[in-house]
Nanobody
Framework: VQLQASGGGLVQAGGSLRLSCATS????????MGWYRQAPGKEREFVGL???????DYASSVKGRFTVSRDAAENTVYLQMNSLRPEDTAVYYC???????????WGQGTLVTVSS
């Protein structure tokens, strides 16, 4: 199973970016997909997720600014990031969890840099 994240880049504060994460490999029975991020010198932290049924959850720091969505047919997850702040600067990692399993599959990360 491979996850390929894309869409990162440099953006000014207040701007927007949309990240994508596509999966490939064997047939998957996905329970949920989502995003974490890791800023320089900090631990990886949860950003948001979307479940098989379409329910979403977000970290309080991004709620109201970020939106996780998915294309279930393509097993692709998106992260729409609006009103970006310099503190959103981080490497963003997508992940997925299969139904009935505890192992998380991770993407390689995509760098988002927000300038002030």
């Amino acid at each position: 199973v491979q996850l390929q994240a894309s869409g990162g880049g440099l953006v000014q504060a207040g701007g927007s970016l949309r990240l994508s994460c596509a999966t490939s490999g064997r047939r998957l029975n996905i329970h949920l997909m989502g995003w974490y991020r890791q800023a320089p010198g900090k631990e990886r932290e949860f950003v948001g997720l979307i479940t098989r049924s379409g329910s979403t959850d977000y970290a309080s720091s991004v709620k109201g600014r970020f939106t996780v969505s998915r294309d279930a047919a393509e097993n692709t997850v998106y992260l729409q990031m609006n009103s970006l702040r310099p503190e959103d600067t981080a490497v963003y990692y997508c992940y997925l969890l299969e139904l009935g399993r505890s192992y998380k599959y991770w993407g390689q990360g995509t760098l988002v840099t927000v300038s002030s």
